[in-house]
């Protein structure tokens, strides 16, 4: 067949294109093999109170950012799910509510898991971590945070280290009889910094946490509380949804030196894909206001919404929150959340930095959007010149480390407590 020129002219334009094509391809499918064979592991997701464990079939997706199908198609390894209480105005009613809360999201969970014996497993040690995936199944380890559910019952931490929980942050939004939040509530009368960090109840439950093997999670606390905690613990700490007040300064952001005092104290920073933590979007705080906030009347930072709206309003009010939470993801992407892991990674190291992804809570990316979408972050990473051995310390390698390190101290508290 005789080829006119023409012809001749629009293959030798499409040869490029058909070899980068190929080229993306090929890309694609060694980031793929190398997520596969990684131990992927996201610090911090969370439940949301809706959660439905009847409902989350292994062929049926939900609106959650976490779900059995997601984990199936983003091939995440452990999950690490928080127990997570709303802030809430300290009160003995309030305590009994975040509890009651806390305790339902632990019985879904656990319903969850018990569907699905072949593709779920809790993981309550290092150990864990590697043998449930080598298994082919999931691992999910618990978190536990805001310590208001707490109360001042410092026994209370051994009861759900009893239940599984092994990651455990102080706090969330406003204080506690624990420790100083990094957004103290003026509508729960809270005051800045007016515990000056940890209280000597928090301070006594670090020494708890590290006696029974539960990381400690800074993340949420104030530079008094993050720099307290370092100093008091005897075995590393991590943050597992945080970013850097270097590219944002936001309070909940850490700054330079708390990046520095985690990794000195051999732990890790996990970084938030949560978008007011990522970039300064004014879209975002508008929105936020105008749809959560304006069309009830009331005033965020100011007003307790719970005490000033009645229960059917403060339904809609919460309604509301959790519509747009779902889509915070729009307004930042995944360039800006691997502009933050670059960051800190210059900083401190890469063996101090991983993932906490914040789903559930408002957290998410174009990109990286819910926990299917986790093999997009590993492509990106080696597009970026990280190596497979950098980008498997940052999925899962050094929280690993910690963990191991954690259950090395507190088993060395228990030899010195039995020689005694």
């Not at 009347?297 to 009645?310: A, E, F, M, V």
């Amino acid at each position: 067949m005789k080829l006119t020129q023409l012809t001749v002219a629009v293959l030798a334009l499409s040869a490029p294109a058909i070899a980068q094509n190929q080229n993306k391809q090929a890309d694609s499918l060694r980031a793929r093999a190398i997520h596969k064979n990684l131990l992927t592991l996201d610090a911090h997701i969370d439940l949301r109170s809706d959660f439905n464990a009847a409902g989350n079939e292994a062929s049926k997706e939900t609106v959650d950012q976490l779900d059995l199908p997601k984990l199936e198609r983003g091939e995440l390894d452990v999950a690490t799910i928080a127990l997570f209480a709303d802030p809430l105005k300290r009160s003995p009613e309030n305590i009994v509510l975040a509890r009651k809360q806390v305790d339902t999201k632990l019985a879904s969970l656990k319903q969850w898991v018990a569907k699905h014996p072949d593709r779920l497993e809790f993981a309550y040690t290092s150990q864990d971590l590697e043998r449930i995936p080598a298994k082919g199944k999931h691992a999910i380890l618990l978190s536990f945070l805001n310590a208001l559910s707490l109360g001042q019952d410092l026994t209370l931490i051994e009861k759900y280290y009893k239940e599984g929980v092994r990651v455990f942050g102080f706090t969330h939004v406003g204080n506690n009889d624990w420790a100083d939040s990094s957004r103290p509530n003026a509508a729960f009368g809270d005051k800045p910094n007016e515990n000056k960090g940890l209280t000597d109840l928090g301070k006594k439950g670090i020494g708890e946490l590290n006696r029974l093997g539960i990381i400690i999670d800074v993340s949420q606390l104030t530079p008094a509380g993050v720099f307290q905690a370092i100093q008091l613990s005897k075995a590393p700490v991590i943050a597992s949804h945080s970013a850097v007040f270097g590219r944002v300064e936001n309070s909940r952001n850490l700054t330079n030196e708390e990046l520095k005092a985690i990794a000195a104290s051999g732990g890790v920073v996990h970084i938030a894909a949560f978008t007011p933590y990522l970039r300064q979007n004014p879209e975002f705080t508008k929105a936020y206001l105008k749809q959560v906030w304006e069309p009830f009347g009331i005033t965020y930072g100011k007003d307790d919404p719970r005490q000033k709206l009645d229960a059917a309003t403060y339904q809609k009010h919460l309604d509301a929150y959790r519509e747009f939470s779902r889509n915070e993801w729009r307004y930042s992407n995944l360039t800006d959340y691997l502009d933050a892991v670059d960051y800190a990674v210059r900083l401190i190291g890469v063996d101090h930095v991983g993932f906490g992804s914040d789903f559930n809570h408002g957290g998410g990316v174009t990109g990286f959007n819910s926990v299917a979408e986790a093999p997009n972050v590993t492509r990106e990473l080696l597009k970026r010149g990280y190596t497979e051995e950098e980008i498997r310390k940052l999925w899962g390698g050094n929280f690993l480390r910690v963990f191991k390190e954690v259950e090395a101290v507190a088993k060395q508290q228990q030899i010195k407590v039995a020689l005694n």
